[in-house]
């Protein structure tokens, strides 16, 4: 067996099972899908043994675990979307790009919900901000990334804190924490439902920037950072918003989900196992930035600003209209399928077929680490 493994983060008895799922050895874009969506970052292999120690129901939980953002019940038909989320790594590499693109992607979970984001908090760990002036400039740029994006969405800071301790030096924390809005049967969900149904691609093309990022997140630090933290737009961004906001009102949007960590390959895996099982998609057809991008770059980039939406079939121009209204980028690139399988295309040959449930995190391996 080869150590192909170990170039994406993954132990060896991950990629026995990987051989298992399969009946046969992955090939390179396989193993680097299962690489990032079997990351801490995306799966929780390591912590969620300790994430059902948690509440998650109650009579007022609309939603719990398992989608973007939770939802509660507030009363006369309306719901607070809520999601708190951390962004650490990132900030630690490029503090402004990291807290600012930690910001859009919990924005952008919110209104993937159907919920319009109207307020942003924050919780952040510095090192001793009095004897390290790397300290000063991580909270100096962070703050400003934070501000900078929820400024551009028009979303209020409505509350934060903020400590200082030499523990945190050159590793701080970011947690960020949006709230939402949301009439009850307004609530969307990231589902692929309705067999044959168009999987569109909209935002910003997809580029280098962020390719590695979510195996990076679930690393040391003291490993090669370098391109790995993605870089966001917040101009981009309130146009993403405010164009999917829109679209959820026609009634053509069956689901959607964002790009954030791992990228396409989480976004449409994410999408296919709650809804039919199966998805396929040609990376041909997805918008780039950069030409000669491979299949693995454009299936792991982590460029920001970009959704996955699920279209009734039949009414994709109906899509392209308004997302043409707002500068964005628009394309059919794939369709629902119920074979259980996420199909990945380039033209018409196939370069990856995997069942999407076992890149989900419900088929991810789970460790019960022991911890003091």
Known sequence: M??????VGLKKI??????EILGREPNDLELNMYGAMWSEHCSYKHSRILFRHFPTSGKRIIQGPGENAGIVDIGDNMAIAMKIESHNSPTAVNPYQGAATGVGGILRDIFAMGARPIAFLNSLRFGNIRESDNTKVLLKGAVKGMADYTKALEVPTVGGEIYFNHTYEGNPLVNAMCLGLVEHDKIHRANASGVGNSV???????GMDGIGGASF???????DSEGVCPVGDPELGKRVMEACLELLKTG?????????????TSACS???TPGEG?????VFKVPRKVEGMNPIEVMLSESQERMVLIVEKGREE??????????????????VTDDGMLTVKEGDTIVAEIPSESLDSSGAPEYDTDYE
């Open 2 to 7: 080869s150590n192909r493994y170990k170039a």
């Open 14 to 19: 991950e990629y026995q099972k990987i051989i």
């Open 200 to 206: 569109m691609y909209v935002g910003s093309a997809t």
């Open 217 to 223: 997140s679930s690393s040391t630090l003291e490993e």
């Open 252 to 264: 053509s949007v069956v689901g959607l989900q964002d790009l954030g960590a791992a990228g396409l």
């Open 270 to 272: 994410e999408t296919a």
């Open 278 to 282: 199966g998805m396929e998609i040609d």
């Open 318 to 335: 109906q899509v392209n209209e308004i997302v043409k209204k707002w500068g964005l980028h628009s394309m059919v690139i794939g369709k």
